[in-house]
């Protein structure tokens, strides 16, 4: 595998149009698309478990002095902080230091999470890993460097802050709602569960471990070495005022890293759900892209999109000035990162993230039809039933005549008139029936 030469290549040939996740005759070479979308940087790492990596920087970094962003440039993270975060988070959980499913309660010392009403909430650290808490609906916007207030103050709603006092307003449990408020309590949390600052912590555990020589949770990081780092930029290219925004939120928003490094991260949790790991678990790290809600997309601190022949995790981000994203396709052991330093970047982003889906997302064999014919259920009151005739599927929902579906040599199966794929997946006692509709994929064993 020739990282270099593919990715020269890609890059030269990025789709306009990615909604349909085919390469269209609409092509694009990334300068051209950084000229489109008026991003004045971006970095790209691209790395697999062997451990080959390529890197490469384009553009500017912005600013008063700016200078070409090369593989070393530090960009603001966003909320691939959120994907650093609970990786640290699981191997104190792999320690025994906290249980991710103990009442948070149990550990927060310096602040204590109540509903609206002052009372108690039970949530558990899992609940707040998986955004399933229902806590405070929360973006962090970031701080000017003199006028940052303290995380503790961030979660009261007091001082400087310019957020709400973060509360349980929903029932544990219950749904997502993805929210920033989750990861500042959970920064809290294991700062008073070990007595160490979080960004401290976040470099023992996890930063020089994987040696992300260029990364870190320290607000201060930029101010050390301006001449490496990415400035941000609004929507339409004006310079975010001072260069970024201080986000004492580190765990939700506040990381500084570089795609080499991010990629890192992801491949070493590859590694571990395979049991290659010398840092974490296959259990835990099968955890991390296992759906927490059922047919969701989200696990312990990962996006996730877990259709077959699809299949890749890792997180996205948005900050004030800048957008990136950091994902690993698994079944090929490969993995993509890439940093921007502008509001406008994420259609850029999208065009490198679809051309790595086509390169590395991999194909599955369609089932043998005749082997996941029978009755399958989704709920109780929803049973589904496939058949064969005339040599295609047929699917009969719940109240629903039977309908033939049409067969995808990736092995979906596709309803006619309905935005529904169908696909099988072997288990231990014959098939699972898999319905994705509206990107939300729910499953329905065979009975």
């Not at 030269?12 to 609409?26: I, Q």
């Not at 906290?98 to 204590?112: G, I, M, P, R």
């Not at 558990?124 to 405070?136: D, E, I, N």
């Not at 009261?156 to 029932?171: D, F, I, N, Q, Y």
Request: with cysteine.
């Amino acid at each position: 595998m020739d990282l270099s030469a593919d990715w020269v290549s890609l890059l030269g040939h990025l789709d306009r149009n990615v909604t349909s996740g085919l390469l269209s005759p609409d092509t694009a070479t990334v300068t051209d698309l950084m000229s489109s979308y008026r991003v004045p940087g971006v970095s790209i790492a691209v790395g697999h478990v062997s451990g080959q990596v390529w890197a490469t920087g384009c553009g500017v970094t912005g600013g008063e002095t700016s200078a070409p962003v090369t593989a070393g440039t530090a960009f603001a993270a966003c909320s691939i902080s959120k994907h650093v975060a609970a990786f640290g988070a699981l191997l104190l959980v792999q320690e025994g230091v906290v249980d991710l499913d103990t009442d948070v309660d149990a550990y927060l010392t310096s602040w204590q999470l109540l509903d609206r009403a002052g009372r108690q909430s039970r949530v558990t650290v899992r609940q707040l890993l998986a955004h399933t808490a229902g806590l405070s609906d929360t973006w962090y916007r970031g701080y000017a460097a003199d006028r940052a207030p303290s995380l503790v103050q961030v979660l009261e709603g007091s001082g400087l802050t310019t957020t709400p006092p973060v509360r349980a307003t929903l029932l544990p449990g219950s749904r997502f709602r993805y929210s920033g408020s989750h990861y500042s309590v959970l920064q809290q949390l294991v700062a008073d569960a070990t007595g160490t600052p979080f960004e401290d912590l976040m470099r023992t555990l996890v930063l020089r471990p994987l040696a992300m020589a260029d990364s870190s949770f320290d607000k201060r990081f930029p101010h050390q070495r301006p001449q490496l780092v990415a400035r941000g930029h609004h929507v339409g290219g004006t310079r975010v005022p001072g260069g970024w925004r201080v986000q004492p939120e580190a765990a939700a928003a506040g990381l500084w890293s570089t795609p080499s490094d991010l990629l890192r991260l992801d491949l070493e949790i590859a590694r571990a759900a395979a049991g290659d790991s010398t840092l974490l678990g296959r259990d835990l790290a099968t955890e991390m892209w296992t759906p927490q809600i059922a047919g969701g997309g989200y696990g312990l601190g990962t996006e996730i999109d877990d259709r077959a022949g699809h299949r890749r995790f890792g997180h996205t981000g948005l900050n004030v000035g800048y957008t990136c994203f950091s994902y690993v396709w698994p079944d090929s052991g490969t993995a993509v990162a890439a940093m921007t330093n502008s509001e406008d970047g994420w259609e850029l982003l999208t065009s490198i993230r679809a051309a790595a889906d086509r390169r590395y997302a991999t194909g599955v064999p369609a089932a043998p039809l005749g082997g996941v014919t029978g009755r399958y259920l989704l709920r109780d009151d929803c049973p589904i039933d496939i058949a064969v005739t005339d040599g295609h599927l047929t699917f009969a929902a719940a109240g629903q005549p039977p309908v033939a579906l049409l067969a995808e040599p990736d092995g979906r199966h596709l309803h006619p008139g309905l935005d529904l794929e169908v696909r099988f997946r072997e288990s231990d006692d014959g098939y699972l029936l898999e319905l994705r509709q509206e990107g939300v994929t729910q499953t329905a064993r065979s009975q």
